[in-house]
């Protein structure tokens, strides 16, 4: 059974740090390359950051570069987002995303929510 279980959400102050993490259970995590989306009160989901399979390799949006930093673990098949400087137009639902790095297969975890506030 495939599952992606996001954790690390929470209420935090502007200015402040958040980690997440994303474990992922059920497929051949490094066949994977993995992201981070987020989606806030409009319609779209916005990509935050990708990694690569093995790490050599990562993208960001432009509206957290320098502040976020993903990684991962494939011995613990788990990816996580480090948030730094986080901003009140940071607060959405954080989502996990697996995507086969040849056959069309996409697995989304449930999310996770991320509230910037005073």
């Known amino acids: 059974q495939v599952q992606l279980v996001e954790s690390g959400g929470g209420l935090v102050q502007p200015g402040g740090s958040l980690r997440l993490s994303c474990a992922a259970s059920?497929?051949?995590?490094?066949?994977?390359?993995m992201s981070w989306y987020r989606q806030g009160p409009g319609p779209e989901r916005e990509l935050v950051a990708v990694?690569?399979?093995?790490?050599?390799?990562?993208n960001y949006a432009d509206s957290v570069k320098g502040r976020f930093t993903i990684s991962r673990d494939n011995a613990k098949n788990t990816v996580y987002l480090q948030m730094n400087s986080l901003k009140p137009e940071d607060t959405a639902v954080y989502y996990c995303?697996?995507?086969?790095?040849?056959?069309?297969?996409?697995?989304w975890g449930q999310g996770t929510q991320v509230t910037v506030s005073s």
């Open positions: 990694i690569t399979r093995f790490g050599g390799s990562t």
């Open positions: 059920g497929f051949t995590f490094s066949s994977y390359t």
């Open positions: 995303n697996a995507k086969h790095y040849y056959d069309p297969i996409n697995y």
